[in-house]
């Protein structure tokens, strides 16, 4: 086959762009994904976020007819900035490490346009193409293994050379014939007791290589509603995703920090002060973390999660103003603040949570606020 653009060629551009990993694979279909997709979709383990057509996930043809070729980048967001990051004074809770710097998504959807455009100088004429950083119906870590960017490991995440797994994915679809890189080498954790596994709180790594989403912390953190009581004693401080499984991976712990400053953390984003949070708007919300990964959910998420972590941090402190949130128009937010207020002082404010018990209307808020009358609880 005659290719447009060779392959060392593409390299060198990923270079001066700043992109830390890049590599092409064709646009042929991933027949090798569908059977794991619709095994995942049959057990019940999808998260709802991912794109429902599997046909268009597995064949860019079936949106995008004239596709030749796909080119895959990753770029590191774990800086040196990153270590021994400090909270700042107050109580804090905590986002996952890819939330601490600017949205990636922005970051890389500039690369991806540089990167096309950089394309067509190339060959000289207008190009097709369609970018994607999480939001495409492709499986970009399918795309990433078979571009060669990395391999994918047993916490099923991409797991690069050099950055290990601290690494953001994209991918460029486009009508020009690019010289395809070798398939990134099969998974490299034989030599591991599942590390990733043992350490997940929700065992949500069911199997090595696969994963039920609706119990992974990061989806779980994402959730609309009331999150399930099982789960809540495991968020810890958490307000926004989970690092546990690559903290836990023996191929990070070498792994070369990036150099993208858009990813140095913003101490505020990295650990935001859980009761000021409590007292933002939505509009306030979208003005102070708007450039974040976490701010796409909006305020309502985030301040159940912040209820959350302080009924884990078992927080005197926040009890005057959780007794506020009993009033909440929102319904998760008060059922949410009843069990919080149980965790941290349930005598000092049983009375509150009877007294809200008997106006609530919600089923799932009057169920959580049944403790304050219960029998057994005034027996103790």
Aim: hydrophobic share 40%; proline share 6%.
């Amino acid at each position: 086959m005659r290719y447009e653009i060779d392959n060392e060629t593409i390299q060198r551009i990923g270079e001066e762009l700043g992109i830390d990993g890049i590599g092409v694979t064709t646009a042929e279909p991933f027949a090798e994904t569908a059977e794991h997709l619709q095994m995942y979709h049959e057990m019940g383990h999808a998260s709802g976020f991912e794109h429902d057509v599997i046909e268009e996930r597995i064949d860019p043809r079936t949106w995008f007819p004239a596709a030749q070729s796909i080119i895959a980048i990753a770029i590191a967001y774990r800086t040196e900035k990153h270590v021994g990051q400090k909270k700042p004074e107050g109580l804090r809770g905590q986002m996952s490490v890819y939330a601490w710097g600017m949205d990636y998504h922005l970051v890389l959807k500039a690369k991806l346009e540089e990167l096309a455009r950089r394309l067509e100088q190339e060959v000289g004429r207008p190009i097709e193409v369609h970018n994607s950083v999480d939001t495409g119906p492709l499986v970009d870590r399918a795309v990433a293994q078979r571009a060669g960017i990395g391999w994918i490991g047993k916490n099923c995440s991409v797991i690069t050379e050099k950055h290990g797994s601290w690494v953001f994915l994209g991918q460029l679809v486009t009508d020009v014939a690019i010289e395809p890189n070798e398939p990134a080498p099969p998974p490299q954790c034989a030599d591991c007791p599942d590390l990733c596994m043992k350490a997940c709180p929700t065992k949500a790594l069911v199997h090595p290589f696969q994963t039920d989403s609706s119990k992974c912390l990061s989806y779980i953190t994402q959730m609309k509603g009331m999150i399930p009581v099982e789960y809540r004693a495991k968020l810890g401080r958490r307000l926004w995703g989970c690092d546990t499984c690559q903290v836990a991976c023996p191929k990070n712990r070498e792994a070369a920090f990036g150099t993208t400053v858009e990813f140095d953390p913003e101490p505020e984003y990295a650990f935001p002060d859980l009761l000021k949070l409590l007292d933002l708007s939505n509009r306030q919300f979208r003005k102070e973390y708007g450039a974040s990964a976490a701010a796409w959910r909006g305020v309502r998420v985030m301040q159940r999660n912040a209820v959350i972590a302080l009924g884990n941090m078992k927080e005197q402190r926040a009890v005057p103003r959780l007794l506020e949130l009993l009033q909440d128009d929102r319904a998760d937010i008060r059922g949410t603040t009843a069990w919080a207020l149980r965790k941290i002082d349930a005598d000092a404010t049983r009375d509150a949570v009877a007294q809200a018990h008997k106006k609530e209307q919600d089923p799932e808020a009057k169920a959580e606020m049944a403790w304050a009358v219960s029998k057994e609880m005034f027996a103790q």
